[in-house]
């Protein structure tokens, strides 16, 4: 796609942005001037700025909720907060109920630590976040909304790194919390629910990630990676 064919489809995206409706994205080519934006580096500063407010727009209308990245970021950490201390409730009480109390707060962990993963590292490499969000009805986890001006200025290398840092977060923690079963010397099944709980995800990672969610993500900016790396 050429720069001028770019800046048509960025114009074509705006004008109907303007008109208030329902605005589909993709059958417009904004996604594939995006890719061939990724393509070529040097794209980069002529759009990045263009494609960013137009995919903020089309977020904005599509989020089911939205709340500022600030609001959303104390959210998470109380979320997390909430989970290490039902976690730590379980040494000071006797079984069952210490290895309920520690599958229920590795769950509230896990749950919560994969939307700060992706913007803690995404921060690191200069990226912006702009709002905490639900998707849609049909998919209602939360997540983290990206400046994508800022992923754009970003080497695909590290947009990728980002988009990972949540799915390892999030299967790192039943293994982690392995250490709290020793320290509070939980009972057995709460070992082998920890162990079969981090086995379930990472082998719905393989499944199901790869073809539509982190590691998707992950495959696609790695590619982009690859071409960045080749001689123009």
């Not at 990672?205 to 790869?210: E, I, L, P, R």
């Amino acid at each position: 796609m050429t720069r001028d064919e770019i800046a048509s489809v960025l114009d074509a995206a705006e004008a109907a942005l303007r008109t208030g409706e329902e605005v589909d994205l993709t059958a417009l080519g904004f996604w594939k001037a995006v890719a061939a934006v990724k393509r070529d580096p040097a794209l980069v500063e002529p759009f990045a700025d263009r494609i960013g407010e137009i995919d903020r727009q089309a977020f904005l209308r599509w989020a089911l909720v939205t709340v500022r990245f600030p609001i959303g970021a104390v959210i998470a950490a109380l979320g997390l907060i909430g989970g290490l201390v039902v976690i730590a409730a379980g040494y000071y009480i006797d079984d069952p109920a210490k290895g309920l109390l520690l599958l229920a707060g590795t769950v509230v962990v896990f749950t919560a630590i994969h939307s700060p993963a992706h913007a803690v590292v995404g921060m690191r490499y200069g990226m912006r976040f702009t709002h905490w969000f639900i998707g849609s009805i049909r998919r209602p986890q939360p997540g983290v909304k990206v400046d994508y001006a800022t992923y754009l200025r970003t080497p695909a290398r590290e947009r990728a790194v980002m988009h990972a840092a949540g799915a390892v977060a999030t299967k790192a923690v039943p293994f982690l919390m392995l250490g709290a079963a020793w320290g509070m010397a939980a009972p057995w099944w709460a070992w082998v629910a920890l162990v079969g709980m981090g086995t379930v995800m990472i082998a719905t990672d393989v499944a199901w990630s790869t073809r539509s969610s982190d590691w998707k993500k992950y495959r696609r900016e790695m590619r982009y990676a690859g071409s960045e790396s080749r001689p123009s």
